[in-house]
């Protein structure tokens, strides 16, 4: 799979939030994750329930 870097400004409450994700995950599978594979597996975990927020059309 083609990786492409790239470089986000997140305010701290989102870092804070996914640095929480980083420690309860890396406890989790017995690891310690980075915090860019945590947060790869959270943004893979919210766009692959993307399709449940789809609008429904009006009618």
Partial sequence: MEQQKV???L???VR???EAQRRAMSQRV???LSFNQTATA???RAL???NDF???RAG
Wanted: zero cysteines; glycine letters at 10%.
């Fill in 16 to 18: 804070e939030q996914i």
């Fill in 11 to 13: 305010p701290r409450d």
């Fill in 54 to 56: 789809q609008p429904s």
């Fill in 42 to 44: 959270l943004l893979r």
């Fill in 30 to 32: 017995g690891a310690e």
């Fill in 7 to 9: 470089s986000l400004t």
């Fill in 48 to 50: 692959g329930n993307a």
